[in-house]
């Protein structure tokens, strides 16, 4: 065979491959290769000159029994590699050419004519089929060598891998994942002979329609491409068996999980049957018994069989394919009785409805949903919430990608946020030790009068100490259940503290927290030692805050955006605003410009993100007077002692736009995690940089207040 001819066959065994692997999964109506004009030729261009058309391998098209409210269009590209894969660059380029792809497909009136008869919405999706027939590299992730490339495109000097395209998703299967659905099928395939094999279609929330409501079929949808958790459905004409592939190793914990899984997706199963990739009986099955026994009510257990899946090589699709005959005939479903699974939070294993408000939560950002899906192999054109949170309630995910969820969700929500607040001493002479003894004898006084919320009890109670810079620290840990993310977490654990700080003839104070819970609760031990502390007639006055109408819109966003001045800052350089929450001044009774006008009532909230924010036009004084303000993202370089590195400051009045509160600002600080600082204490590194910065905060909002004040006062 001659040069030119070998890589011919070597792209045509992979298209091959990639056509029997989706028949298998219900794909064998994959339509042949197909071309369409390129409607945005130069926004494509091709070296040099602009690009005409796209080129895919295979188009297939289905109604979506996931989200009834879809039609899935799945572009299919097949990437071969016969002795081992290409370099991560070549990964881009695959993506970016089916990305745009996918930008143009729907625009091309007699490609998109193909499917004008489905009632459903049209959703174009990519499927990138992207393996490698070295023997070595059967379980190769090539997803968890390009991630990183791929995520790193949002930061400001980041290379624009696939941003500035217009498309939905891209699902990437590499070696690791054809050789688990592989794998899965055929097990499957070689248990139950001749029978039909069908996937299960769990309830998401958006798969409701009566019409359409089907409990599996033939199709595996695209969603589940990169599943680690893959149920399949065996029927014949006496029972129904489903078939729970979890490409996973075995572990007391994740069978836990899966069993609470079997009883919420397989209420209509006769037999089921639990497969981990290296379950072993002989070492295994006294784990397996004890996990069973903790269903005591259940009749699914006396049928759970839990097994190895077989791993079988995907390359053997290169060759000629015997078909299945199916033999056996469909059963007729009758639904088995069993006994509820009581939803134990050490055994779910969430999805659906059950899954979406964990999602949607604050506490997960845009991008960290990207950043997950993206480690399965799923890339997506837009990040918003919106976008993401439905497309995710329709997978299923391993217990490992529970843990990630659940680590992200601890970590975010264990990050330090800060109130401060400040008071003039009327005690000029008193000491830290005598303030200390005051606050001692408030907090424990408080203990039989300020209680946790509801839901919340004290894991530790207010404790006082002496901290650094001479720093009167009351320390409290609050444990809380029955959150919305506690579905995944259980029991929480909160710190918080009131920290007080005399400093000339002032007493500053401030409440760190940790979770909305230990701020209600700090706020309330807060006001008890300010009324204490005012009867004794060690302050004179109550505590002031920061608070949004402290300002007028104008004076607000100046507020704001001083802190992108760094002069004065010591430790801080090199501001860059990230981030801005605005609305419209719905109340003025001047007419808003003409932009913000067609927004009035309409719109409840305006983020803009970027790395040019403080040229926008919104920042001139027409627009200044009109927007309110509620918070901003700024990211410093930093240099503090022997450390240098960037950190992320936000100011924001939480609330504010959505509640129209006279809400006070809330300040958090975060180090980025980087080389240099690896190995160091980050959390005294942030709460060090934290202290600078609220300092700054305050020495800023009392320059800004003085030129509000009225000449004379």
């Given at each position: ?537 060690v302050i004179k006055d109550e505590f002031l805050s920061i608070y949004f109408n402290d300002f007028d819109n104008k004076g607000r966003i100046e507020f704001f955006l001083n802190f992108m001045t760094t002069s004065g800052m010591v430790h801080f350089s090199d501001a860059r605003l990230e981030y801005i929450l605005v609305k419209p001044d719905g109340d003025l009774p001047e007419v808003l410009p003409f932009d913000l006008e067609s927004l009035k009532g309409k719109v409840n909230e305006l983020a803009l993100k970027g790395t040019s924010l403080d040229s926008v036009h919104y920042f001139t004084d027409e627009y200044k007077k009109s927007l309110l303000m509620q918070k901003v993202r700024i990211k410093y370089s930093y240099e503090f002692g022997l450390h240098q590195g960037t950190c992320t400051i936000e100011l924001d009045f939480k609330g504010a736009l959505e509640m129209g509160a006279n809400t006070e600002l809330h300040f958090n600080l975060e180090v980025s995690k980087s080389k240099s600082n690896k190995g160091l204490d980050q959390e005294k590194l942030n709460n060090d940089l934290a202290s600078k910065f609220n300092a700054i905060i305050q020495e800023r909002y009392k320059k800004k207040k003085e030129l509000l004040l009225p000449s004379g006062d």
């Amino acid at each position: 065979m001659n040069g030119g001819e070998f890589p011919k066959k070597v792209g045509e065994d992979g298209e091959k491959m990639m056509r029997e692997f989706l028949k298998l999964v219900g794909w064998g109506a994959l339509a042949p290769a197909s071309s369409f004009s390129c409607s945005l030729g130069e926004k494509h261009k091709l070296s040099d000159s602009d690009r005409q058309g796209h080129n895919v391998d295979g188009i297939f098209h289905y109604a979506n029994p996931l989200n009834h409210d879809e039609t899935d269009v799945v572009l299919c590209s097949a990437k071969h590699n016969q002795d081992a894969y290409s370099a991560k660059s070549k990964a881009y380029s695959h993506m970016k050419d089916l990305a745009q792809s996918l930008e143009c497909a729907p625009k091309d009136f007699s490609f998109n004519s193909e499917f004008e008869n489905w009632d459903r919405k049209k959703v174009y999706k990519g499927l990138l089929f992207w393996i490698s027939s070295n023997p070595s590299e059967r379980n190769e992730s090539m997803v968890d060598k390009i991630s990183d490339g791929f995520l790193k495109e949002d930061d400001p000097d980041g290379k624009p891998r696939l941003r500035g395209i217009n498309f939905d998703s891209i699902y990437v299967l590499d070696n690791k994942k054809v050789t688990f659905i592989y794998s899965s099928v055929k097990t499957a395939q070689q248990l139950y002979p001749g029978n039909q094999i069908n996937f299960l279609y769990p309830h998401t929330g958006l798969n409701n329609s009566p019409h359409d409501l089907q409990p599996y079929g033939k199709i595996l949808p695209i969603q589940f491409m990169n599943t680690s958790i893959l149920p399949i459905v065996v029927d014949d004409a006496n029972s129904v068996k489903v078939l729970i592939f979890c490409d996973i190793d075995f572990d007391k914990e994740y069978l836990k999980r899966i069993i609470w899984l079997a009883h919420k997706t397989c209420g209509l199963a006769n037999k089921v049957d639990i497969f981990f990739n290296d379950y072993d009986v002989t070492s295994d099955s006294k784990t397996e018994a004890v996990v069973k026994q903790m269903f005591p009510d259940s009749q699914l257990i006396s049928k759970t069989t839990i097994r190895r899946i077989n791993e079988y090589d995907f390359v053997t699709l290169k060759e000629d394919q015997v078909e299945q005959i199916i033999v056996n005939q469909i059963a007729e479903v009758r639904p088995q009785i069993h006994a509820k699974v009581s939803d134990d939070l050490d055994r779910m294993l969430p999805f659906g409805e059950i899954i979406k408000p964990i999602l949607a939560s604050s506490i997960l950002s845009e991008t960290d949903l990207k950043s997950f899906l993206v480690r399965k192999g799923i890339f997506i054109g837009n990040k918003d919430k919106q976008h993401t949170v439905p497309l995710m309630s329709t997978m299923l995910f391993s217990p490992e990608e529970l843990n990630t969820l659940k680590f992200l969700l601890k970590e975010k929500e264990d990050k330090i946020k800060t109130v401060l607040r400040k008071t003039n001493l009327a005690q000029k002479e008193i000491s830290r030790d005598v303030l200390a003894s005051n606050l001692q004898e408030v907090m424990e006084n408080s203990l039989d009068s300020v209680f946790p919320p509801t839901n919340c009890k004290f894991h530790k109670k207010p404790n006082i100490s002496i901290g650094s810079s001479d720093e009167i620290v009351i320390s409290f840990v609050l444990e809380k259940r029955n959150s919305t993310k506690d579905l995944i977490t259980g029991t929480q654990h909160n710190n918080g503290a009131l920290i007080f700080k005399i400093e000339n003839d002032e007493l500053i104070g401030r409440i760190d927290y940790t979770s909305k819970e230990v701020y209600t609760y700090g706020t309330k031990l807060f006001k008890e030692i300010e009324q204490e502390l005012l009867s004794k007639a060690v302050i004179k006055d109550e505590f002031l805050s920061i608070y949004f109408n402290d300002f007028d819109n104008k004076g607000r966003i100046e507020f704001f955006l001083n802190f992108m001045t760094t002069s004065g800052m010591v430790h801080f350089s090199d501001a860059r605003l990230e981030y801005i929450l605005v609305k419209p001044d719905g109340d003025l009774p001047e007419v808003l410009p003409f932009d913000l006008e067609s927004l009035k009532g309409k719109v409840n909230e305006l983020a803009l993100k970027g790395t040019s924010l403080d040229s926008v036009h919104y920042f001139t004084d027409e627009y200044k007077k009109s927007l309110l303000m509620q918070k901003v993202r700024i990211k410093y370089s930093y240099e503090f002692g022997l450390h240098q590195g960037t950190c992320t400051i936000e100011l924001d009045f939480k609330g504010a736009l959505e509640m129209g509160a006279n809400t006070e600002l809330h300040f958090n600080l975060e180090v980025s995690k980087s080389k240099s600082n690896k190995g160091l204490d980050q959390e005294k590194l942030n709460n060090d940089l934290a202290s600078k910065f609220n300092a700054i905060i305050q020495e800023r909002y009392k320059k800004k207040k003085e030129l509000l004040l009225p000449s004379g006062d």
